[in-house]
């Protein structure tokens, strides 16, 4: 953990010291931020640069007393809090440091956004127990040990390497003796899997245990042990971590097993009945084949001693050793039998299914239209570096040139902007209005179920002054179609999406508008059609065709709907609005496109808020915050493609340089796939359905080639590489 770095114990300073003081420690330490204690350590408060330079605005000078500007009764976290929860914690707060104190508000510690995001390496050695015979598994097992056995392509024993470097550990022992040569040859000193390995050679079976007997040298800290043919998502780390927290001398992971009777059972006392209990389910915790270990343990080990894990660890209870359980919940698999080899290559990801990601952002292959270059860039990412060539100068030009050719400087409205009260439209509309001075109309379609964020934002936005029109369809046609669309497309507010396409170009029609503008091209933007890329000008058909995925006749039809019912849902006439001469253009493709810019913007002129804490599936909390559809969107997104809300913004953030490819992928490890439980009875009641019927409808649109199903939840069987 990173409070443990000595440097933090630098940013330790008493409330007598200047500015000066602290300033001169920031330059040294380079950590931002001084923790202010007392004579005995505890916590006063932190002062951050930024409460610096907030004091010097003020009129303070570099010799003044750091007390005015002291942030008393800061955020803090305990030692106990794991990784993944501080830096959830940390985002939601969005802070970068946060101060690690005891119980008595002592300061032990400082985490670091940076630090707690960048890959730990563990110097505890990892040790594999390879040397079994795998008789269940005859005949695959008469020319190859278990651990070489193929599973999504690649040996067992790869897989758990694999999973333990992605934790950090790189110094591995395995011990041998069945067919051993194969897989002392297979491997080598681990060098070509970018890992250091050693071998123990059994000269005769010696359990799961007894191998550890033959570690020369004996390991001076504590150290993992796991079978060689037990696959699972366990994070490593973690356990060791749990381990070490708990000071245990030896922790076994544990899976909670259950089986369910197939008979009724019958309690008797004698000869006489007691109760009955149909089919009952028996649940217990089974060893899962993963152990920490202290090295004293070793004591307990005879040289070439046959042991197993259970009977070592008696001994070690024996003895009043602190010996504890770590419940995993993650996917496990013993390999032991056939079936379980095979239920193994069903839930493992295969090296045949082609998915890649891009070599910069973590855009995903499965997404609809997108492309690769030669390089491994996705079209969004290629677009990203194309556009730093872009003569935007020129764009701007093209931009004015087309705003003059619909300003109207008769009191009419003369653009149209979609708009919900986000930092998009919002920052659409002002540049529109306030840079160049056009008079544009804003419209919102209510949202099927809105925030009272989204409508604070909403009312925020008009009240900095934009005429705005509100749109509310039919409400029980707009329920239909997205009730619709959630069974047959899995997109839970297509009728929404319709919507927000069709009804603008009505509202346009009857005030005699023949320019709509619309935020960013989201095709080019974030991977997908490049048609407009070169054309700021498209159409109807084009509108059809990518933003309502080919859908909308299919959708409107087999709805039911009379004509009456659908008139916010329905395009005009292409011939009338050719005839019109209505233009549809994306802002994006005039300036170069920044969220985080748009959201500034919107904060400051347009009275934009943000949610409190990071919105359901990611770690931002600026964007979607309008309608508590679009969680239940971006999980299906989830399921059917492999990459979510999480992952969206995390790319976005990789593109414009805040944030490293290894901590997006920590962050989308963290957030990505998450379903809102919390608005589970929300949907249910607005789609009219049951949980059964709502939860088969989301195992439906489930992608089989990407997820499996473990415990009631769909769990990938990818990794992001």
């Not at 001169?24 to 950590?31: G, K, R, T």
């Not at 914690?89 to 956004?113: A, C, D, F, T, Y």
């Not at 050679?201 to 079978?227: H, Q, R, W």
Request: charged share 20%; hydrophobic share 35%; proline share 5%.
């Amino acid at each position: 953990m990173n409070h443990v770095n000595i440097l933090w114990r630098k940013t330790l300073l008493p409330l007598k010291v200047t500015i000066k003081d602290v300033v001169n420690m920031l330059d040294e330490v380079a950590l931002r931020i001084a923790l202010i204690t007392d004579e005995s350590n505890l916590l006063i408060g932190t002062v951050s640069d930024g409460d610096i330079r907030r004091g010097l605005l003020k009129g303070l000078s570099l010799d003044s007393p750091i007390e005015s500007i002291v942030k008393r009764n800061p955020l803090v976290v305990s030692p106990e809090l794991s990784r993944e929860k501080v830096l959830q914690i940390m985002n939601s707060n969005k802070i970068q440091q946060v101060p690690v104190v005891n119980e008595r508000n002592e300061v032990i510690g400082l985490h670091l956004w940076d630090e707690l995001n960048a890959p730990t390496t563990h110097k505890n050695l990892f040790v594999i127990m390879a040397g079994g015979k795998g008789t269940r598994l005859y005949p695959q097992t008469v020319n190859s040990p278990k651990p070489l056995l193929l599973l999504a392509g690649k040996p067992i024993l790869e897989h758990i390497i694999d999973r333990a470097k992605s934790h950090g550990f790189n110094n591995f022992v395995i011990a041998i003796h069945y067919l051993g040569q194969m897989i002392q040859d297979y491997f080598g000193n681990g060098e070509k899997f970018g890992v250091k390995i050693r071998y123990l050679n059994e000269s005769t079976p010696l359990g799961t245990a007894g191998a550890l007997s033959l570690l020369d040298p004996k390991p001076n800290s504590t150290f993992i042990v796991t079978n060689g043919d037990v696959v699972t998502d366990i994070n490593y780390a973690e356990i060791l971590n749990f381990h070490q927290q708990n000071n245990a001398s030896a922790t076994m992971a544990v899976k909670r097993y259950e089986w369910q009777n197939p008979f009724g059972v019958v309690q008797t006392q004698g000869l006489k009945i007691t109760d009955f209990e149909e089919k009952p389910i028996t649940r217990s915790y089974v060893n899962a084949g993963v152990y920490v270990l202290e090295p004293t343990s070793l004591s307990f080990l005879k040289e070439s001693e046959t042991c197993d894990m259970p009977t070592l660890l008696k001994r070690l209870k024996e003895e009043s050793n602190s010996l504890i359980a770590y419940p995993i919940h993650e996917p496990w698999i013993d390999i032991g039998r056939p079936e379980d080899l095979s239920k193994g290559l069903s839930q493992m990801s295969t090296e045949s299914s082609n998915l890649r990601w891009c070599s910069n952002c973590l855009a995903m292959s499965t997404r609809p239209r997108i492309t690769f270059n030669k390089d491994g860039l996705c079209n969004a990412c290629d677009w990203f570096e194309s556009k730093k060539n872009i003569n935007w100068n020129s764009r701007e030009a093209e931009l004015i040139k087309l705003l003059d050719k619909h300003r109207n400087n008769n009191g009419k409205f003369d653009c149209l902007v979609p708009c919900s009260g986000g930092k998009d439209g919002s920052y659409v509309a002002y540049n529109l209005k306030h840079k160049y001075g056009m008079n544009p109309l804003c419209v919102t379609i209510t949202p099927p179920l809105p925030t009272a964020l989204g409508e604070e934002n909403l009312r925020s936005f008009i009240e900095s002054g934009y005429d705005h029109i509100s749109i509310n369809p039919n409400y029980e046609s707009m329920r239909t179609l997205n009730k619709f669309g959630f069974i047959e497309m899995g997109f839970p507010y297509y009728g929404w999406l319709i919507s927000i396409i069709t009804a603008p170009i009505k509202i346009a029609i009857s005030n005699d508008i023949k320019l709509i503008v619309y935020g960013e091209d989201g095709e080019v933007e974030y991977g997908g059609s490049t048609e407009t890329a070169k054309n700021p000008i498209y159409d109807t058909k084009y509108q059809r065709k990518v933003y309502l995925e080919g859908g909308y006749e299919k959708v409107l039809n087999a709805s039911g709907l009379n004509d009456n019912k659908l008139y916010y849902f329905t395009f005009p006439k292409d011939d009338i609005v050719n005839e019109i001469g209505i233009e549809f253009t994306h802002w994006s493709y005039f300036e170069n496109w920044d969220p985080y810019r748009n959201y500034l913007v919107a904060k400051k002129y347009c009275g934009l808020k943000e949610a409190e804490s990071s919105n359901a599936g990611t770690f931002t909390n600026f964007a979607q915050n309008d309608q508590s559809l679009y969680p239940l969107h971006t999980y299906l997104m989830y399921l059917k493609f492999g990459f979510g809300r999480a992952n969206q913004d995390a790319s976005i953030e990789i593109r414009r340089g805040a944030m490293t490819r290894n901590q997006a992928i920590n962050l989308v490890n963290l957030y990505d796939g998450q379903l809102p439980l919390e608005l589970i009875p929300r949907y249910l009641d607005y789609y009219q359905m049951t949980q059964v019927e709502f939860e088969s409808i989301l195992d439906r649109h489930t992608n089989k080639d990407l997820f499996h199903k473990m415990e009631n939840k769909w769990i990938p069987k990818f990794s992001i590489k």
